[in-house]
Nanobody
Framework: QVRPVESGGGSVPAGGSLTLSCTAS???????VAWFRQVSGKEREGVAV???????YYNDDAKGRFTISRDTAKNTVYLQMNSLKPEDSAMYYC??????????????????WGQGTQVTVSS
């Protein structure tokens, strides 16, 4: 399974929580995996990334609210999202298969993308 598969999106009220899951083959999940989001008409935005050693990085908006983690035994990377705001509403994508020479938050940095899972936060 080369293409990651996302799940866990849905609709929640502001202040609520959701956990997104990204599943792929062990070799892909064990490497660099990132979460992006995209609102219609805007560029895809890097939200969080976990590297091969388990280090994690977040964009400024996600810091303190989102947590990215990996469960290698389940071939899954998670994005725990807390204190959700209406502006977090977007299609969320899992990205994997890193390309060298790109920053983690650049869409061009990844070869493999999932189909996306919709997150809607109501005010």
């Amino acid at each position: 399974q080369v293409r990651p598969v996302e799940s866990g999106g849905g609709s929640v009220p502001a202040g609520g929580s959701l956990t997104l899951s990204c599943t792929a083959s062990r070799s892909i999940i064990s490497a660099v995996v990132a979460w992006f989001r995209q609102v219609s008409g805007k560029e895809r935005e890097g939200v969080a990334v976990v590297d091969r050693l388990g280090g994690s990085y977040y964009n400024d908006d996600a810091k303190g609210r989102f947590t990215i983690s990996r469960d290698t035994a389940k071939n899954t990377v998670y994005l725990q999202m807390n204190s959700l705001k209406p502006e977090d509403s977007a299609m969320y994508y899992c990205a994997a298969g890193p390309r060298s020479g790109n920053s983690w938050y650049a869409a061009a940095a990844y070869n493999y993308w999932g189909q996306g899972t919709q997150v809607t936060v109501s005010s």
